[in-house]
């Protein structure tokens, strides 16, 4: 993010979060000077963000929303910036992480960009899942995590988001399939809406 994502924003420019959780994902752009809409169903995560930026005088660049995303998304009329799903996608069933991608791809303004880091089937955790269980969606699979009990997990193929995205238009600047500081394989993705 620090070295292909902030070079390309400017201070007061609007950034979307999907799935904020407790907002540390976006802290470097509100450091940036960027004004972010935090969305989560989580209240707890949501408070405890809220109390985060204010404490390092970062509140007024905030604003949040209690929401499931994909309601928030199919409502939503703001243009924004920027549109981030971090470590989100792969907690919604494919068919719904598809209609996320697109939303958010629609929700951008001209020249606008969308962050993506979800989980990549190149993943031992998606080999481990699609020989033990069946699919509930496409490359989607029940299962337990600590960050919500249980729930779907999906795993993207590797360049699966780029080519659905510029099949809408967009322009890949950025794509790569690598470990995460938690050991687990995802995609990383930035992509542009051509004005």
Not at 7 to 28: I, K, R, Y
Not at 45 to 64: C, M, N, P, V
Not at 75 to 94: C, E, R
Request: aromatic share 10%; proline share 3%.
């Amino acid at each position: 993010m620090h070295q292909h994502l902030l070079p390309l924003l400017e201070a007061g420019q609007s950034a979307l979060d999907l799935g904020f959780g407790t907002g540390h994902t976006c802290s470097p752009l509100a450091f940036a000077g960027l004004k972010i809409v935090g969305v989560d169903r989580n209240d707890g995560w949501l408070q405890y963000a809220e109390e985060a930026y204010f404490e390092a005088g970062l509140g007024g660049q905030l604003t949040l929303v209690s929401a499931d995303a994909l309601e928030y998304m199919r409502a939503n009329q703001t243009k924004f910036n920027l549109v981030i799903m971090s470590d989100f996608l792969m907690f919604q069933v494919k068919t719904a992480g598809k209609e996320l991608i697109r939303l958010a791809y629609d929700t951008l303004l001209p020249n606008g960009l969308i962050w993506i880091t979800t989980l990549s089937t190149g993943d031992e955790f998606y080999s481990r899942m699609s020989q033990s269980q069946e699919p509930i969606d496409a490359d989607t699979f029940m299962s337990y995590s600590h960050c919500g009990g249980s729930g779907p997990v999906c795993f993207y193929h590797p360049l699966e988001i780029e080519t659905y995205l510029q099949s809408m238009g967009a322009k890949i600047i950025f794509q790569t399939e690598t470990e995460n500081t938690a050991g687990g394989v995802v995609n990383i993705v930035l992509v542009q809406k051509l004005s």
